[in-house]
């Protein structure tokens, strides 16, 4: 829903389409949004289509009904994982909204697992308790929304070596990115700068942002001694 967030210098399409295929040229792999307006996960869906299936189409915790048809949508585009952010279910605008969104319990989350028939990734995790639920429900990989880092290295305790851990909020450098990474995240997630990065400067500011991320991250890490992403160690962050 871009031209209500932001402005309509981009469609839904258009944006998906740039942000889609220049992550994936650079190596890394877009999450798309949803929204009540179908037509979001429809216009991200074929943008990950067009980009061979590297994209993460993101539900919504909508009713099954919803999630069974947007699921064939995410499926359809040849993606090789689908997301929900759980957390969206306590969003204020998503009350009393058609289709209705909700929490999911461990079965009902169990059951949309399935409907994936592949990596699924539970967004929006804030809990240990919550990590261990997706466990569960028989989730590949969280993404653990860090609220200010208090969160990230309870949950890498709890489930590391089980699951795929993600992190997401207020990661902007390739710095924040090493400081994830010691601390027991497998990757992260970063949205707003690369709003900035397409409404700026299209497929280039895209890739413009995603090699300056590697530059910062290749000079902490030899500045840290750690000479590949394996050697990243707790111990190299203060906390």
């Known amino acids: 829903a871009v031209n209500l967030h932001y402005s309509d210098t981009y469609t839904d399409m258009t944006y998906n389409d740039v942000l889609v295929r220049a992550c994936a040229e650079s190596g890394i792999a877009a999450f798309t949004g949803d929204g009540t307006n179908p037509d979001v996960m429809t216009m991200a869906t074929k943008a990950i289509g067009a980009a061979g299936g590297c994209g993460v189409p993101t539900i919504k915790p909508w009713n099954i009904d919803t999630v069974k048809a947007k699921m064939e949508q995410a499926k359809a585009s040849g993606c090789f994982a689908v997301a929900m952010d759980v957390d969206a279910a306590g ?3 998503l009350k009393n909204m058609t289709p209705p969104a909700g929490s999911k319990s461990v ?3 169990a059951e949309i697992v399935k409907l994936a028939e592949r990596p699924f990734i539970v967004k929006g995790v804030m809990t240990v308790k919550g990590a261990l639920k997706a466990k ?6 969280i993404v653990v929304s860090n609220h200010g880092g208090r969160v990230l290295d309870q949950c890498a305790d709890a489930v590391k070596g089980q699951m795929t851990i993600l992190v997401d909020g207020g990661i902007r450098t390739g710095v924040d990115v090493f400081k994830a990474l010691a601390l027991g995240a497998d990757g992260v ?8 990065a397409v409404y700026g400067g299209g497929e280039e500011g895209v890739k413009c942002y995603i090699d300056k991320l590697a530059g910062e991250l290749a000079d902490t890490m030899q500045m840290c001694g750690a000479h590949s992403i394996s050697e990243i160690t707790r111990e190299m962050v203060r906390i």
Request: aromatic content about 10%; proline content about 10%.
């Open 189 to 196: 997630l970063i949205c707003r700068p690369f709003v900035t």
């Open 136 to 141: 569960e429900a028989g989730a590949a990989a």
């Open 91 to 93: 969003l204020p605008f």
């Open 107 to 109: 079965a009902e989350l």
